[in-house]
């Protein structure tokens, strides 16, 4: 008989050498807000999500939900920090997780997203590997996805970078931003 997943204890904090990532907490929208605004044109091409600047309230609604999701294990969202020289978090860098979760299987797919002017230093390749650690080590994960659009080649790289075998390109498999069918390229690390 399987546990349910409420029952999973899942760390709220994952720290990296330079990277901190923690659970949703209340109280955080409109610091989100602010970073994600300033990441539009940087996310735009690629997350549905980040086509207009949020307010305040409507991310904290967002992270409030996220809080919740974590609890529930829906999905496990994490923000990602610069770690600061004490071990504390410092800058919200962006955000990242385990989502499209399949428990009976054992399966996660790692999203993430980061501020431009932090692109290129490591932090998102930390924080999958934290991420992915996890999975298999705490969460028997038996397989964890990376899933991205073929134009987007510094998250593609990311995938390679940690790991990920590219499995295949799935050919009209979603609608872009743009309301166009898209690609989607599956990289996969499998216990």
Avoid at 77 to 91: F, I, L, V
Avoid at 165 to 185: F, K, S
Wanted: aromatic residues 6%; charged residues 25%.
């Amino acid at each position: 008989m399987s546990i349910d997943p409420v029952l999973i204890d899942i760390p709220e904090r994952l720290d990296g050498e330079r990277t901190v990532l923690l659970a949703p907490q209340a109280g955080l929208g409109a610091e989100m807000a602010v970073v994600i605004t300033q990441s539009l044109s940087h996310l735009r091409p690629w997350m549905p999500w980040a086509q207009e600047a949020p307010t305040a309230e409507s991310s904290e609604l967002v992270v409030r939900r996220m809080q919740a999701d974590f609890i529930g294990r829906r999905d496990l969202s994490y923000q990602m920090y610069a770690r600061r020289a004490d071990g504390s978090p410092g800058r919200l860098l962006g955000g990242t997780g385990l989502h499209r979760m399949d428990w009976a299987v054992r399966r996660f797919e790692i999203g993430y997203w980061i501020r431009p002017e932090a692109a290129g230093q490591g932090h998102v390749s930390e924080a999958v590997r934290l991420l992915a650690a996890m999975a298999f080590e705490k969460l028997s994960a038996r397989r964890v996805e990376i899933r991205c659009d073929p134009r987007n080649a510094r998250s593609r790289a990311v995938a390679e970078r940690c790991g990920f075998e590219l499995e295949g390109i799935l050919r009209n498999e979603a609608l872009g931003v743009d309301g166009h069918p898209r690609d989607t390229c599956v990289y996969s690390r499998i216990a």
